[in-house]
């Protein structure tokens, strides 16, 4: 039997692996971080619900990542400490992140994290690892979706310059 054919957690990670893992990690652990600040400058409650989801995987990813990097003998990055609570109106009207600029931030980061586990998916070997970052593409993509039609609804999306068709004039 060789080194990789039995159950994967019992494989080793190879370096790429490794360095993936504890990257997805920290990106997590500094989007926690910075969506926290985010529910401070929200007013919308559609996006404030997003953004609470969008944490929610945030620390779901730190938490299996984590553990995987752990229990592989592998220290992973430090947590940053947790955000106070702030409202609103205590945020002066130009140091205050718009609705539409945070909807626009996340979504432009949530389809960065699609194209990493993508990444991630493509350079492993462990098919364990593979699957965890399958997951996490599945669940980023659907609040993808989910901040597209918000963007829309609302009227936030900015749309790149639109190709149309016009019939030549004879």
Known sequence: MGILDGNPKDE???YGEVFSVWEASKMAKGTV????AYLNHAGDKGLKKILEDLIDQAKLEIKECDTLLTDNGIAPAPILPERPDAK???IPVGARFADPEIAAKIAVETAAGLVACS???GQCIREDIGALFLKYHATKAAIGLRILQM??????LIPPPL????????
Do not use: A, N
């Open 12 to 14: 080793p990670m190879h």
């Open 33 to 36: 971080s910075c969506y926290q």
């Open 88 to 90: 609103l109106e205590d």
């Open 151 to 156: 963007s829309k609804e609302k009227g936030w």
């Open 163 to 170: 190709h149309v068709r016009r019939p030549e004039e004879e």
């Open 119 to 121: 990444s991630v998916i």
